[in-house]
């Protein structure tokens, strides 16, 4: 029952009657046969192609456009997210979008956070038996219920949705994102990472298919992306297409007083699926720590201590929302090793970021978003063959002179580039419609006459 009332507001008989209202008239007013997006502009219909009437034409022949709702100065934003959309996830949704909210509130821009599923649903997760799969699936239903709802309610009570990699799930055919980018009055789609690539772990989802994604940038009104070859694909679909990089958290503080003598913390931030790209590197890490007593720091799951066999010890602390400043703060070097790959180009170097903020001096190779936010000899050095990452790490480990100085260079950096302040003019601009586009009025009234 609480998932039922997770998926629609019972407590609002009105919302839930606008709701209803909706899905019936969709066949009778919108239609299902064109999936073509026909985005609204204020001057002009860009509708008028092929053929095609304009739909500032069909307005005016039903008298005129449906009004604005006035709510008040403002903007509300439906933010629909990949996964639960939890902050103890830490996921895109939290890093991207949550992270601004207080602060686009204080602004007069609403979020209103909606995760793909119940936070209890792993949606391509088999494991656990069958209870754990009839579990998994109701969990799909009720979020798909909760999907059609929002569809019904949204040209009325927001101004704007914003889609965080995916509308529902990012496998199967695009029919919900389709389905939105025809309901919101202005639409935009956020990515992170090259996700219509599969993952490169090889643990592709059921029914996974690149069309979701290319389908969302075709019917978005405008697109955000992390860096520059993201922004180069999605400029193939959508004319609109703005640059902002994920930012972590201000409130990790870098470390203020020095620290005592002892080894050097080499440490490395993330989720298990991207440590495959630490394990080629490990046998550095393992020389240096032979030379000069460093030691490995893994700020992750649990479970990543039985990940591999490790050529060195790694002191794992378990990753929490609510320690993960403190806990960056105590590494004296952040690493992030990865190939040169599509998918890696896509990454947006978020780890770096965190290091930078936590004060730390960065080792990473040069691939994609790393060769723009590092700073060869300045923030951090670029590796890539075993010699170099092992020649990088033996220089900080023996200087802390050195750490420390590239240390406050790369926060001096997240400072003027990646932190809350800098970032959020942009961000706020980019989720604001344009003028003259908004919610609609439920009851419209009497049409004008001719």
């Given at each position: 029952m609480w998932g039922?009332?997770?998926?629609?507001?019972?407590?609002?008989?009105?919302?839930?009657?606008?709701?209803?209202?909706?899905?019936?008239?969709?066949?009778?007013?919108?239609?299902?046969?064109?999936?073509?997006?026909r985005r609204v502009s204020p001057v002009k219909g860009r509708g008028e192609k092929n053929g095609e009437q304009g739909i500032m034409s069909v307005l005016s022949e039903r008298g005129g456009p449906p009004a604005i709702e006035d709510r008040g100065a403002g903007t509300a934003v439906l933010v629909t997210a990949f996964g639960s959309g939890s902050p103890k996830a830490k996921s895109t949704t939290w890093l991207r979008a949550q992270a601004f909210a207080e602060e686009l509130e204080t602004q007069g821009v609403r979020l209103g956070v909606s995760g793909t599923v119940p936070p209890f649903v792993y949606p391509w997760g088999w494991e656990g038996g069958w209870s754990s799969v009839l579990k998994r699936i109701g969990g799909i239903s009720v979020g798909a219920v909760k999907r059609l709802v929002q569809a019904a309610l949204l040209p009325y009570r927001y101004d704007v949705h914003l889609a965080l990699r995916d509308v529902f799930l990012f496998t199967g055919p695009p029919v919900f994102e389709k389905l939105f980018a025809r309901r919101a009055p202005f639409f935009v789609f956020e990515i992170d990472d090259a996700i219509w690539e599969p993952p490169p772990d090889g643990k592709t989802p059921p029914l996974w298919t690149p069309e979701r994604v290319i389908t969302a940038a075709r019917l978005a009104d405008r697109m955000i992306v992390g860096n520059e070859y993201l922004a180069t694909w999605a400029r193939?679909?959508?004319?609109?297409?703005?640059?902002?990089?994920?930012?972590?958290?201000?409130?990790?503080?870098?470390?203020?007083?020095?620290?005592?003598?002892?080894?050097?913390?080499?440490?490395?931030?993330?989720?298990?699926?991207?440590?495959?790209?630490?394990?080629?590197?490990?046998?550095?890490?393992?020389?240096?720590?032979?030379?000069?007593?460093?030691?490995?720091?893994?700020?992750?799951?649990?479970?990543?201590?039985?990940?591999?066999?490790?050529?060195?010890?790694?002191?794992?602390?378990?990753?929490?929302?609510?320690?993960?400043?403190?806990?960056?703060?105590?590494?004296?070097?952040?690493?992030?090793?990865?190939?040169?790959?599509?998918?890696?180009?896509?990454?947006?170097?978020?780890?770096?970021?965190?290091?930078?903020?936590?004060?730390?001096?960065?080792?990473a190779s040069p691939y994609g978003m790393n060769s723009e936010v590092v700073r060869h000899g300045e923030t951090g050095f670029w590796a890539e063959t075993p010699e170099e990452w092992t020649e990088a790490l033996l220089r900080l480990a023996e200087d802390p002179q050195l750490r420390t100085q590239m240390g406050k260079a790369g926060r001096a950096l997240y400072e003027e580039r990646y932190s809350h302040e800098a970032v959020l003019p942009h961000y706020r601009e980019a989720i604001t419609p344009p003028a003259g586009i908004g919610r609609r009025r439920f009851f419209r009234g009497k049409r004008r006459s001719a």
């Open positions: 039922l009332w997770w998926s629609v507001d019972l407590w609002r008989p009105v919302a839930l009657w606008r709701g209803l209202s909706c899905l019936l008239r969709w066949p009778v007013v919108y239609g299902f046969g064109n999936t073509r997006r193939a679909y959508c004319d609109d297409v703005r640059i902002i990089p994920t930012v972590p958290d201000d409130a990790i503080i870098p470390r203020q007083e020095e620290r005592a003598p002892g080894p050097c913390r080499i440490g490395w931030y993330g989720q298990m699926g991207g440590f495959h790209f630490v394990v080629p590197f490990l046998p550095a890490l393992a020389a240096v720590s032979e030379k000069t007593g460093a030691q490995l720091h893994l700020l992750s799951h649990p479970d990543i201590a039985s990940y591999c066999e490790y050529p060195v010890t790694p002191q794992v602390v378990p990753w929490d929302p609510a320690t993960e400043g403190s806990e960056l703060s105590r590494f004296d070097v952040g690493i992030m090793p990865m190939p040169d790959t599509v998918w890696t180009r896509g990454k947006c170097s978020n780890k770096i970021i965190h290091y930078m903020a936590a004060g730390l001096p960065v080792v």
